[in-house]
């Protein structure tokens, strides 16, 4: 069965540098999400992003935040300068068509851990 | 706004019993509702999800969840429970009217007990 993959599992940077998270949608899909959760948190909204362009963002999705699909495969999410705030797990998802229409579908996620 | 309430955060049960897990929403329409399971070091694995037609769905490993519009609530059912179901479940909404993201609980932990 197709599946979302993420890499790294866990990233570990220092305050301040940039970090960039990695993701490959399941191949047919046509929207991408980010997400995150802050641990013993819910699970947050960040960004959508269909045909090359963000969708909709959250108000966490500051100007520290940008995402792209450099490729025909890969989905990335870059944090400039990173924050101790920005410590959580971040999910990416895919899905075929609009959200409710269409399940998003979850990759394993990338624990970032800001020193 | 719309917003989703998950009143257990830990859940023990005993293998073998039933479990219930209690979701509960805020939405002004009829909502796309979602059950995901999230075990350690894994992704979010969606386990049933209504859109629409029968309110009691069927999801996968023997999960069901009844859609109740009068109490806005969907919540989670197994009749017996297996060590293996313990993790970490979360009850999302989407979309709404303000676009396609989802709106997640903060979630249920489940401890399985032999």
């Known amino acids: 069965e197709p599946e979302v993959t993420q890499t790294p599992s866990h990233q570990v940077t220092q305050m301040g540098q940039e970090v960039i998270l990695r993701c490959v949608p399941i191949?047919?899909?046509?929207?991408f999400y980010w997400y995150r959760q802050i641990l013993g948190q819910k699970v947050e909204f960040l960004v959508s992003?269909?045909?090359?362009?963000?969708?909709?963002k959250s108000e966490i999705f500051d100007d520290q935040f940008s995402v792209e699909r450099p490729d025909g495969s890969n989905f990335t999410l870059k944090i400039r300068s990173t924050k101790l705030e920005d410590s959580a797990m971040y999910f990416c998802?895919?899905?075929?068509?609009?959200?409710?229409?269409?399940?998003?579908?979850f990759g394993p996620g990338t624990r970032l851990t800001v020193l | 706004a719309q917003s989703v309430t998950q009143p257990d955060i830990h859940i023990t049960v005993s293998e073998g019993a039933s479990l219930e897990l209690r979701c509960n929403y805020s939405y002004g329409a009829t909502p796309y509702l979602f059950w995901y399971v999230q075990s350690p070091g894994q992704g979010l694995q969606l386990l049933l999800k209504y859109f629409s037609g029968d309110t009691l769905v069927q999801g996968i490993k023997g999960f069901e969840a009844e859609f109740k519009r009068s109490q806005s609530s969907f919540n989670l059912r197994k009749p017996s429970v297996h060590w293996s179901d313990a993790a970490e479940y979360f009850c999302?909404?989407?979309?709404?009217?303000?676009?396609?993201?989802?709106?997640f609980g903060t979630g249920t932990s489940l401890t399985v007990i032999p």
């Open positions: 999302a909404v989407g979309p709404t009217n303000t676009g396609n993201q989802f709106y």
């Open positions: 992003f269909y045909n090359n362009e963000i969708s909709e």
């Open positions: 998802a895919s899905s075929a068509g609009l959200a409710g229409a269409d399940t998003q579908y």
């Open positions: 191949s047919n899909h046509l929207y």
